[in-house]
């Protein structure tokens, strides 16, 4: 589950997007039609420095955790106050970790086994 300030997201797969839905800009008075390539699942709204797709957090049957990768290039993403960039590999995620994309934070927090 995402807790933010007054939203929850609860999933429901073993990954998530995280980013912006994108819109149709108009320019010049012309449309100019954006197909829809990605759903996000958590949908940030039009954020200043929100990438459409900016974050994927899934899980590592492997090591048995949760990771989140940042997948904007121009704006890192926080977890604990600490930068995940583009460049940077997967990095593990406990419940209770505190994720910061632009101006909105929110709780990763996974139900008690």
Do not use: T
């Amino acid at each position: 589950m995402f807790k933010g300030r007054n939203w929850r997201f609860f999933m429901q797969k073993l990954y998530c997007l995280i980013g912006r839905s994108p819109v149709n800009y108009k320019k010049k008075g012309k449309q100019l039609g954006m197909k829809v390539v990605w759903h996000v699942d958590v949908d940030l709204g039009h954020l200043r420095k929100v990438s459409r797709q900016h974050a994927l957090i899934i899980y590592n049957f492997e090591d048995e955790h949760f990771e989140i990768k940042c997948l904007s290039r121009k704006y890192p993403i926080y977890v604990n106050r600490r930068p995940v960039l583009f460049s940077d590999g997967p990095k593990p995620i406990q419940s209770g970790s505190i994720i910061a994309i632009s101006s909105e934070s929110f709780y990763f927090l996974l139900p008690p086994r």
